[in-house]
């Protein structure tokens, strides 16, 4: 008998305006929110299935959901759970003392991997885990219910099966959350945390811990000294307490067209692969033009990524970037008679030679982060036009903001 595909189940209840709601209460980006929301479900959902994999796990579990009213009643209406009047935060104060319960040691892990995969913030990606939580138990309790039995057995049974549809969904949550692996199997972050944890220890057993202390305390004076004194003409960076460090990044889109891309939909490729894009995004478009038989390869049909970004002045991706190109692998994989041009451009600020190979080397490496996902080289091809070909005025932020973009036109299909 075929395993139910809990997690597909789960994002129908996130359709509609919850995405929208969640993301003016984090202050995110609503596409960006999108992408966490379709990144914390599975990871929560992998969160029960590692804890439940057990007996003694799924019994714990079992005690969780009576010992907080998760009857099978609660939460029956995500849209209407998360749109009341102190609904979210009401998820949150609730959901946020669970995490632990259900993550134990690797809930830092998770939402730092969140935070990378969709670009939004950690304190966001903490935020959503925590206001998910209480409608992914509550989707749980209505399973069990469903089913007739609440026993940890009952429990087992419900979960096994899904960790195909999880890897499927967000295959780098496996490592993440310690179902990919042999038994015993612990990722290298969780390690790693728990390494750093055992050296924060303070040395127990008198004044012997002087003698690891003190090398420490004259290093660290050495390092002041070396970044506080003069140098020249130049004053060498000052350590100042506790930073707030803001990282500035160029969209290559302006906030307004990423408003408009549309409610996301799930589009079904020729060998089977279901995509959750948006309606008037990028994927949507170059899928009409490859699935339209009059639609003809030409030099002039280019189709604006509208959801790449890279930092400030640099061809360096952001991490926000990832969905968006795992996307247009998948659709190079559905359609192999196709071949793509990425191309690159900048607005008419600063040098002419330095934009056009800046925008040289985001076209590069835009196809390169392509390329890396499976497609042969020799499918994709990558130049930079600098600020040539402008989409709008460069007299205005909005206007440059626009032109500062990476384009892909269709060379075959």
Known sequence: MNATNLLDQLSREYEGGVVSTISNALGEDTARTQTAVSGALPALLGGLVTKGSTTEGAAGLIDLLRKNNFDGSRFTDVAGAVSQPNGLSSLMQLGGPLLGSIFGGRTDTVTDW???QSGIKKSSASSLLSL????VLGFIARQLSAGGTWSASSLMSLLAGQKSFLQSAQPGLAGILGFGGPAGYEPAAPRAAAARTAEAEPVRGGAAWWKWAL?????????????TRETGPERAVVVQPTPTLRVEVSPTVAPAVSAALGAFVEKKLPNGTVLKIPSNGVESKLLAFIEDPTKKVDRETWFTFDRIEFDTDSARLRP????????????????????????????????????????GERATNTMNEIVKLGP?????????????????????????????????????K
């Not at 090398?215 to 970044?227: D, I, M, S, T, V």
């Not at 008679?337 to 800046?358: E, F, H, M, P, S």
């Not at 080289?377 to 440059?400: C, F, I, M, Q, W």
Request: charged share 25%; aromatic share 6%.
């Open 114 to 116: 969140l935070a990378t």
């Open 132 to 135: 998910a939580l209480p409608t």
């Open 215 to 227: 090398p420490l305390l004259l290093l660290g004076a050495l390092l002041l000294y070396f970044l």
């Open 320 to 359: 926000s970037s990832q969905e968006q190109l795992r996307n247009i692998h998948e659709i190079l994989k559905a359609y192999p008679q196709v071949n793509l041009k990425i191309g690159g451009y900048t607005d008419n600020v600063g040098d002419d030679a330095r934009n056009l190979k800046l925008s």
């Open 376 to 412: 042969a080289a020799s499918r994709l091809a990558a130049e930079g036009y600098g600020e040539k070909h402008p989409v709008a005025d460069n007299a205005t932020e909005d206007g440059r903001q626009r032109n500062r973009r990476i384009d892909v036109r269709v060379t075959k």
